[in-house]
């Protein structure tokens, strides 16, 4: 069973978001518009061992 916590809206937080990109990391925040928007139709997926 997973449980869901909840935060009252004062207490929450931004959570900024790192991708790899051309050998390095950079934050999604950084992006230009429309590298943003790109990642965001990104379809992740987990390769089995």
């Not at 997973?2 to 934050?27: D, F, I, N």
Request: aromatic share 8%.
């Amino acid at each position: 069973m997973s449980k869901s916590a909840t935060l009252p809206t004062e207490q929450r937080q931004r959570c900024e978001v790192w991708t790899r990109v051309m050998g390095y990391h950079r934050p999604v925040s950084a992006f230009n518009p429309g590298k943003q928007s790109e990642h965001r139709e990104r379809q992740h997926f987990s390769e089995p061992r």
